[in-house]
Nanobody, 125 residues
């Protein structure tokens, strides 16, 4: 059974930092794209960041560009998201996603086949 499990969320003050981790099990994602998405209550799920299979090519939503960094460890089958200069509007549940079809980076949730249950990030002002 394929599982993606996020960790590292929490409550932080504006301007603070967090590091989210996503542990994958049940299959290797080393040849496929992975990404982070988030959802605020009452809002649609939105793209945050993506990396291609190698971790070399990445893309970010404009709202997080320059503040968040996505990375991956294909040996450990893990995905990370470093969040810095956090703002109250970054408050959301953050989800890890993995593809079994697409190798290049993708901001479309359509390209992802596996999803974690999410980890809550709350930023106080």
């Amino acid at each position: 059974q394929v599982q993606l499990v996020e960790s590292g969320g929490g409550l932080v003050q504006a301007g603070g930092s967090l590091r989210l981790s996503c542990t994958a099990s049940g299959r290797s994602f080393s040849r496929f794209a992975m990404g982070w998405f988030r959802r605020n209550p009452g809002k649609e799920r939105e793209f945050v960041a993506t990396t291609d299979w190698s971790g070399t090519n990445t893309s970010y939503a404009d709202s997080v560009k320059g503040r968040f960094t996505i990375s991956r460890d294909n040996v450990r089958n893990m995905l990370y998201l470093q969040l810095t200069s956090l703002r109250p509007e970054d408050t959301a549940v953050y989800y890890c996603a993995g593809s079994r079809r697409v190798a290049s980076r993708s901001s479309s949730d359509f390209d992802y086949d596996y999803w974690g249950r999410g980890t809550q990030v709350a930023v106080s002002s």
